[in-house]
């Protein structure tokens, strides 16, 4: 157990559709990272929050939104759901501040999209 | 744009040798390097890094050389084990301010018994 906390595990949906992942960082991290992996892909930086608010965006599709709330806990809201959009979506989390503090990964949400 | 390239896909080593894996970034703004690894249906997780105000980091079988002229680091497996099978990705960051990471596309590593 990593110490970040993922849920669900496994999310099936319909193309159009909405879904919310949800992230539980470690104890005591403030910083939270959203990752997409697409099938043979490396992973893609979607957007960080640091102490509730958003510190860095990458290439996220307008579609997708998320939020980290006052218990640091982070949700990624995914709409108008498109097949492309099946991936793996893991979060990571870290104290902040920098690199030396190091990230930990939760272990992902895989979402197909039928 | 990929900034941080892993350009073997794979590669396979007999246990027991030594497990080369390369990674070229083309940022200068990145100062801190990261290497991971990643079994399928888990999330990566964190094998060892680098700060580039060094060349060399090592912890137990794992050492990371970062050539930064060459913007280039390799990760060394020594000796290679049966379940160091896994993806290895390396990632780059450009530390406080700039702390997302950026990922290379991963080496699937194979060792054979």
């Known amino acids: 157990d990593s110490g970040v906390t993922q849920t669900p595990k496994h999310l099936i949906t319909a193309t159009g559709q909405r879904v919310t992942l949800r992230c539980s960082p470690r104890?005591?991290?403030?910083?939270v990272y959203w990752y997409q992996q697409s099938l043979d892909q490396g992973l893609q930086f979607l957007i960080q929050y640091y102490n509730g608010e958003e510190r860095a965006k990458g290439n996220i599709l307008e579609r997708f939104s998320a939020q980290q709330f006052p218990d640091l806990h982070s949700e990624l809201n995914l709409s108008s759901l498109e097949l492309g959009d099946s991936a793996l979506y893991f979060c990571?989390?870290?104290?902040?501040?920098?690199?030396?503090?190091?990230?930990?990964f939760g272990s992902g949400t895989r979402l197909t999209v039928v | 744009d990929q900034q941080v390239k892993q350009n073997s896909p794979s590669l396979s080593v007999q246990e027991g040798r030594i497990s080369i894996l390369n990674c070229d970034y083309t940022?200068?703004?990145?100062?801190?390097f990261l290497w991971y690894k990643k079994y399928p249906a888990e999330g990566p997780t964190f094998l060892i890094s680098i700060s580039s105000i060094k060349d060399k980091n090592e912890d137990g079988r794992f050492t990371v050389f970062l050539n930064k002229s060459a913007k280039h680091l390799s990760l060394h497996i020594v000796p290679s084990q049966p379940g160091d099978s896994a993806v290895y990705f390396c990632a780059a960051t450009g530390g406080f301010g700039n702390e997302k990471l950026t990922f290379g596309t991963g080496t699937r590593l194979t060792i054979i018994p």
């Open positions: 990571a989390s870290s104290a902040g501040g920098g690199a030396d503090y190091g990230y930990t």
């Open positions: 940022n200068s703004m990145f100062d801190y």
């Open positions: 104890s005591g991290d403030l910083s």
